[in-house]
């Protein structure tokens, strides 16, 4: 007689409780959907802000000032938010994983997939968008366009989602208490635990950007007040190759129709305005600060600026992300934006761009180029 070996077959586990039902699963899933539709839409105003279309760039709106403030503030908080409603919401179907047979037909089959692709970029979203908070990229590629991407996947699959789950959604949607009372009392008990988790996560973070909740921002990566001048610095100077001996002799060049050179007494001479404006990073803190320095549109009239003129920002930093912007028109000519002198009263700390940096209304944070050294009129 042959030897047959038996291998030892778990039972497929059985699931019975009303946690892994689908009125939880619609339940948790409508509130992720809530946060990821606010995280998507609030993600896409982000993205065209730093980067528009060529024809777009005149027609950004610098109003409200705080508009990115509030953009990127929800963008982060409903990230944050996603996460622990996503595992709730994996927890809350993962016995789909044991159906059988696996694969039923071709349409279970994609469906299926699509599923795999929704919860794997999902996932890949938010540890990434979680990683740039805190300033960490340990992988090949780069963040911003990965981050943008994955997005269109994560939409594009969790609509194909909602409308193949579309008869499931609506018949538990309205579901009410008293029907599932029979059954016991653990949903309550869980969706109140997620919910918790949720506000939990949110109270110790939103106090980065919000200001009411400053003192209770445990978890937040920057603190609105630790930093010079009462106000955090995204890359130092040294950090950003811009020394002293750098700085000697330093001039603002203007280049346009009339070109022309200021030194820093110069510029402290020209007519100086005062603002409140936020710095909104695209990380998720942010912060209202009281500028002083000169118009940026009184320097492009004085070089003989066309009206609807761009303008390009250039900084003394070499190379990386932020020593070149590009500024369109609403924001050069709009009379809030200054190339700013001083920060509370004092002249600017080395770190926040000493001795100019751009201020500008409704613009990312990452737009605020500091250390100027030449604006150049593009048109
Ligand atoms: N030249 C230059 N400008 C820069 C940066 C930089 O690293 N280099 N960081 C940008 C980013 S990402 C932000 S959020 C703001 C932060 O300004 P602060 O460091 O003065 O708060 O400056 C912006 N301007
Ligand atoms: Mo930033």
């Given at each position: 007689m042959r030897f047959r070996p038996v291998l030892p077959r778990l039972p497929d586990p059985v699931f019975r409780g009303r946690l892994h039902d689908a009125r939880t699963a619609t339940v948790v899933g409508r509130a992720l959907g809530a946060a990821v539709a606010v995280c998507f839409v609030t993600g896409v105003i982000s993205h065209y802000l730093q980067q528009p279309p060529g024809w777009a760039v005149n027609l950004?709106?610098?109003?409200?000032?705080w508009g990115y403030r509030l953009t990127q503030g929800l963008h982060v908080a409903s990230g944050l938010a996603a996460i622990p409603l996503v595992l709730a919401k994996l927890w809350t179907v993962y016995p789909r994983l044991f159906v059988r047979p696996v694969v039923r037909s071709v349409l279970h089959a994609l469906e299926r997939l699509s599923i795999a692709v929704l919860v794997g970029a999902v996932l890949l979203e938010l540890f990434t968008g979680l990683l740039d908070t805190v300033e960490w990229y340990p992988w090949p590629f780069p963040f911003r366009q990965v981050h943008w991407a994955l997005a269109w996947v994560v939409t594009g699959s969790l609509l194909l989602h909602i409308a193949v789950k579309a008869p499931v959604i609506a018949a538990n949607w309205w579901r009410t208490v008293a029907m599932d009372a029979l059954e016991g009392p653990d949903r309550r008990s869980f969706l109140a635990a997620v919910s918790a988790a949720v506000g939990a996560v949110t109270l110790a973070t939103v106090g980065q950007s919000f200001g009411p909740l400053e003192d209770v921002?445990?978890?937040?990566?920057?603190?609105?007040?630790?930093?010079?001048?009462g106000l955090p610095v995204r890359q130092t100077a040294a950090e950003a190759g811009v020394t002293r001996e750098r700085l000697s002799g330093w001039r603002l060049q203007v280049a346009g129709p009339n070109a022309y050179e200021l030194t820093l007494p110069q510029l402290r001479a020209m007519k100086q305005h005062s603002v409140v404006l936020p710095i909104a990073c695209v990380e998720g803190w942010s912060k209202n600060a009281h500028w002083t320095g000169v118009r940026v549109r009184d320097l492009l009239d004085r070089a003989g600026a066309p009206h609807g003129a761009r303008i390009r920002v250039v900084s003394l930093e070499r190379g990386g992300n932020y020593g070149v912007s590009v500024m369109g028109a609403s924001y050069a000519r709009d009379p809030l934006t200054l190339l700013a002198l001083a920060l509370g009263g004092e002249p600017l700390a080395p770190d926040h761009g000493a001795p100019a940096r751009i201020i500008a209304p409704d613009?990312?944070?990452?737009?605020?180029?500091?250390?100027?050294?030449r604006l150049e009129v593009l048109q």
């Amino acid at each position: 007689m042959r030897f047959r070996p038996v291998l030892p077959r778990l039972p497929d586990p059985v699931f019975r409780g009303r946690l892994h039902d689908a009125r939880t699963a619609t339940v948790v899933g409508r509130a992720l959907g809530a946060a990821v539709a606010v995280c998507f839409v609030t993600g896409v105003i982000s993205h065209y802000l730093q980067q528009p279309p060529g024809w777009a760039v005149n027609l950004l709106p610098s109003r409200p000032v705080w508009g990115y403030r509030l953009t990127q503030g929800l963008h982060v908080a409903s990230g944050l938010a996603a996460i622990p409603l996503v595992l709730a919401k994996l927890w809350t179907v993962y016995p789909r994983l044991f159906v059988r047979p696996v694969v039923r037909s071709v349409l279970h089959a994609l469906e299926r997939l699509s599923i795999a692709v929704l919860v794997g970029a999902v996932l890949l979203e938010l540890f990434t968008g979680l990683l740039d908070t805190v300033e960490w990229y340990p992988w090949p590629f780069p963040f911003r366009q990965v981050h943008w991407a994955l997005a269109w996947v994560v939409t594009g699959s969790l609509l194909l989602h909602i409308a193949v789950k579309a008869p499931v959604i609506a018949a538990n949607w309205w579901r009410t208490v008293a029907m599932d009372a029979l059954e016991g009392p653990d949903r309550r008990s869980f969706l109140a635990a997620v919910s918790a988790a949720v506000g939990a996560v949110t109270l110790a973070t939103v106090g980065q950007s919000f200001g009411p909740l400053e003192d209770v921002a445990l978890l937040a990566p920057r603190h609105p007040d630790h930093g010079p001048q009462g106000l955090p610095v995204r890359q130092t100077a040294a950090e950003a190759g811009v020394t002293r001996e750098r700085l000697s002799g330093w001039r603002l060049q203007v280049a346009g129709p009339n070109a022309y050179e200021l030194t820093l007494p110069q510029l402290r001479a020209m007519k100086q305005h005062s603002v409140v404006l936020p710095i909104a990073c695209v990380e998720g803190w942010s912060k209202n600060a009281h500028w002083t320095g000169v118009r940026v549109r009184d320097l492009l009239d004085r070089a003989g600026a066309p009206h609807g003129a761009r303008i390009r920002v250039v900084s003394l930093e070499r190379g990386g992300n932020y020593g070149v912007s590009v500024m369109g028109a609403s924001y050069a000519r709009d009379p809030l934006t200054l190339l700013a002198l001083a920060l509370g009263g004092e002249p600017l700390a080395p770190d926040h761009g000493a001795p100019a940096r751009i201020i500008a209304p409704d613009r990312p944070g990452v737009l605020q180029t500091k250390w100027v050294t030449r604006l150049e009129v593009l048109q």
